[in-house]
């Protein structure tokens, strides 16, 4: 008897975000950069064929990547919004406050209050659907971030409240204070980082019912190029690949897809043919045995 051991795991069905419905594969705006609108305009036009309706933003994008400001990246996502207005309807509009180089964190309630109005005005909309605390801040009290938190969901500036990079503890004091509910975790998670996998985090997202999603699922490009990565790995990811008539990246990504949390698989790539590429992730088929052989692959040791 196979007990389901030849099921597909990898789901890549649209997720519960919240109140809305976003794809398993999102967009992400950390390289959204410089001051051409109309080729911003193809990437954002892509990735919402594709059903990459999550489209993830920051104040602070725009100080990597070739980006010359803060909040370059947002600003250029408002021109693509100003321009063909038919989009912002058809997205999930996420952004994320509280880094400030060289001090570097800040949560309090003064503060989250001005980014929340700053990224507006750069975006160029009148409410963000999911604001996320991007790094949190050790010297603010969670009660203060939690009461500022609430107050722009009330005001209708922002829908959802999410964090990113969050210990547990972090993540339970502010749980605490908060009104609203926490209905997301941004974290790093892929086959190059299982912490996530290990610490309880996704199994924390399952228990408050919220979406887990993983910036860099592959590894910062890593998982593509094999730089610095155990060669089982690479050898792996290529054996399946072929299997599955598809690539590395496509493995890579249909593994973060697998768990049973959902996670939604954050993009980074702005070349519209690797989007196109990668969505299909969606299609691969990776089994239990598959899973946790690319995770001894990636460890370099047997699972007990």
Not at 2 to 23: C, E, I, Y
Not at 40 to 67: F, H, K, P, Q, S
Not at 106 to 133: C, K, M, P, W
Not at 192 to 220: E, I, K, V, Y
Request: aromatic share 6%.
């Amino acid at each position: 008897m196979s007990f389901g051991t030849s099921k597909n795991l990898v789901n890549g069905a649209p997720r519960k975000l919240g109140d809305k419905q976003v794809g398993a594969l999102a967009f992400g705006c950390w390289r959204l950069v410089g001051n051409d609108a109309a080729e911003a305009t193809t990437r954002i036009e892509t990735a919402l064929e594709l059903g990459l309706n999550l489209i993830d933003n920051a104040d602070v994008y725009g100080l990597d990547w070739g980006g010359q400001a803060f909040g370059e990246s947002e600003t250029l996502l408002g021109k693509v919004l100003s321009a063909n207005k038919g989009l912002r309807d058809k997205m999930v509009l996420a952004s994320k406050g509280s880094i400030i180089p060289g001090v570097p964190y800040v949560a309090s309630g003064e503060y989250l209050s001005a980014a929340v109005d700053a990224s507006l005005t750069r975006l160029q909309s009148e409410h963000i659907d999911l604001y996320q605390i991007h790094r949190p801040d050790m010297f603010a009290h969670p009660e203060e971030t939690a009461a500022a938190l609430d107050g722009l969901v009330q005001a209708g500036k922002i829908g959802m409240v999410g964090i990113s990079n969050y210990t547990h503890a972090q993540e339970d004091a502010l749980r605490h204070f908060l009104k609203a509910p926490l209905v997301s975790l941004q974290s790093e998670y892929s086959l190059a980082r299982l912490t996530m996998l290990r610490d309880g985090t996704l199994d924390r997202c399952m228990t408050h019912n919220a979406t887990f999603l993983a910036w860099s699922p592959l590894g910062g490009g890593r998982l593509v190029s094999g730089d610095s990565m155990r060669p089982d790995l690479i050898a792996k990811l290529d054996e399946l690949a072929a299997r599955e008539n598809t690539d590395r990246a496509a493995i890579a990504l249909a593994f973060v897809l697998a768990h049973p949390a959902q996670p939604v698989a954050l993009l980074g790539s702005q070349n519209p043919a690797r989007i196109k590429a990668a969505a299909t992730a969606l299609s691969v088929t990776l089994t239990r045995q598959d899973c946790y052989a690319l995770i001894e692959a990636a460890e370099g040791v047997p699972l007990p």
